[in-house]
């Protein structure tokens, strides 16, 4: 039987069922190939489902046919928009049209005091309130943002499509979780019928919004940090369960910080930017490019520990810190004008500091899994220390680390790193890992005070392995 096209038989010894992947891939371009938004939201459990089917079977060695197959269905205008189906993007263009529609406002009172504003909509704003989005492909430059590096190119339209309450919430975590797979982050929107300037009194067609500031509102926004997220990027229920909302929003502030870094300082080493450059590249699993390793935790015991680890864990792993000045993050979260319960704070434009940090680890232990965490694969246990790369001396920077790997109940891998002070714990981060087992793409998550402080601080923080010897100090690639 001749397999789909999109399908890598080398990539997993894992025996597949010929007849029901194909019905699955055929049925994944048949909703893909849809003229019907509302379908492609409706079977995004599938659509999801698939995505994550290919790249657990796809190869690792940089040609996959799986990764190109599915790359090239997302990535045609009529696809792209499931990517920003979350509730970020959303919020990201209500909030523009609300702006803009009292600019518009004000601007019609100032130039024509003798004609009455309209309080009804026309059929463009009615367009524009079911969320028009043109969103970034990998292309060709855009000249509307300067603040974007050039190769996050072609705008696309894509349409966000109203669903029902009650499935609002699967549809805006699906739609994250896929937009973190496909991996490059889409740092502007385009929403139409709306002024790219309100200094401008042309309010059409387009207005190009950054979707950086809401990001950053959400994830520093401590209000999500609380014993119910175990202060990490969890649903706020205690279950564990990842919310890719949050790793989504931290994906997107990280990689423009990085991008605003490494431009400022004309930075090009290629140990500094995270693997984030080309759609569901790294995503997969053992896509660090190592054999995947068989053992268990029932070896013999005078096997080397590192070879009874499943996750990859000793090596040299590069880290990203962001963070905003304390009195700013008091400030946006502390300030008389709070929100009411459910809304977000207020988008901000505030510029982050930023720490690059070399981390060597070692495994220390191994051990069976607790009944609260995933059953597949051991905990493991692990220690290290951590230096400033850049800025070159930053005390905070440089310490011993802890930490352990483990399985989430749902099957996501799951870090928790402690940095250690003179013997004492000071700093916690709690990052899953995008892709699964040793998948290169990395870790993305929150860091915060080990004490649980609800009054911060805390930021995003994300991590990557570029070399499997814990002695690894070529200075020369990291700028």
Excluded at 356 to 374: A, N, W
Excluded at 399 to 409: A, D, F, M, N, Q
Excluded at 454 to 471: L, V
């Amino acid at each position: 039987m001749n397999h789909e096209p999109g399908q890598d038989v080398s990539a997993s010894t894992t025996v597949l069922n010929w007849k029901d992947e194909l019905q699955q891939i055929v049925r994944f371009q048949m909703t893909l190939s849809s003229g019907s938004y509302e379908l492609k939201l409706e079977d995004l459990i599938r659509v999801v489902d698939c995505v994550q089917r290919l790249l657990r079977t796809a190869s690792v060695d940089g040609c996959s046919s799986n990764i190109a197959f599915l790359e090239s269905l997302i990535q045609e205008q009529k696809n792209i928009g499931i990517l920003c189906n979350s509730s970020l993007f959303e919020w990201t263009a209500e909030a523009t049209q609300i702006s803009s529609h009292s600019s518009r406002s004000r601007l019609q009172q100032k130039s024509n005091v003798d004609q009455p504003v309209s309080n009804t909509s026309s059929d463009d704003d009615s367009d524009a309130a079911v969320g028009s989005y043109q969103t970034l492909c990998k292309d060709e430059a855009i000249r509307e943002d300067e603040d974007v590096e050039r190769g996050y190119g072609v705008l696309r339209t894509a349409i966000c499509v109203p669903h029902a309450t009650r499935r609002q919430d699967q549809v805006h975590l699906l739609s994250a979780k896929l937009h973190c797979l496909w991996g490059v982050p889409i740092q502007l929107l385009r929403v139409p019928g709306l002024c790219s300037s309100s200094r401008d009194h042309d309010f059409g067609p387009d207005a190009v919004v950054k979707v950086h500031p809401f990001a950053r509102s959400r994830v520093y926004d401590l209000r999500q940090h609380s014993e119910g997220t175990l202060w990490g990027p969890f649903v706020d229920d205690g279950s564990g369960r990842v919310d890719w909302e949050k790793i989504e929003a931290i994906m997107i502030i990280l990689q423009y910080n990085v991008q605003m870094f490494t431009k400022k300082y004309v930075i090009h080493g290629s140990n500094l930017t995270p693997p984030w450059d080309r759609p569901f590249v790294g995503a997969t699993p053992y896509s660090l490019n190592l054999p995947p390793l068989k053992s268990s935790i029932e070896r013999a015991p005078s096997l080397p520990v590192d070879l009874q680890d499943p996750y990859n864990v000793s090596g040299t792993w590069m880290r990203v810190v962001c963070f905003l000045d304390y009195r700013e993050l008091f400030s946006f979260n502390f300030s008389e004008e709070q929100p009411l319960p459910g809304q977000p704070r207020p988008p901000i434009d505030t510029e982050e500091a930023i720490r690059f940090i070399v981390v060597r680890l070692q495994v220390t232990k191994i051990e069976k899994p607790g009944e609260e965490d995933g059953q597949g694969l051991p905990v493991v246990h692990f220690k290290g220390c951590s230096n400033s790369a850049l800025p070159p001396v930053d005390s905070n920077a440089n310490s011993r680390i802890r930490g352990t790997v483990r399985l989430t109940p749902e099957g996501e891998v799951r870090w928790t790193t402690f940095s250690v002070f003179h013997g004492e714990e000071r700093w916690r981060s709690e990052g899953i890992q995008i892709g699964g087992v040793q998948a290169a793409r990395g870790i993305l998550g929150y860091w915060f005070d080990k004490d649980f402080d609800e009054y911060g601080p805390a930021g995003p923080t994300c991590f990557w392995k570029i070399s499997s010897d814990p002695e690894y100090d070529n200075t020369n690639e990291l700028y």
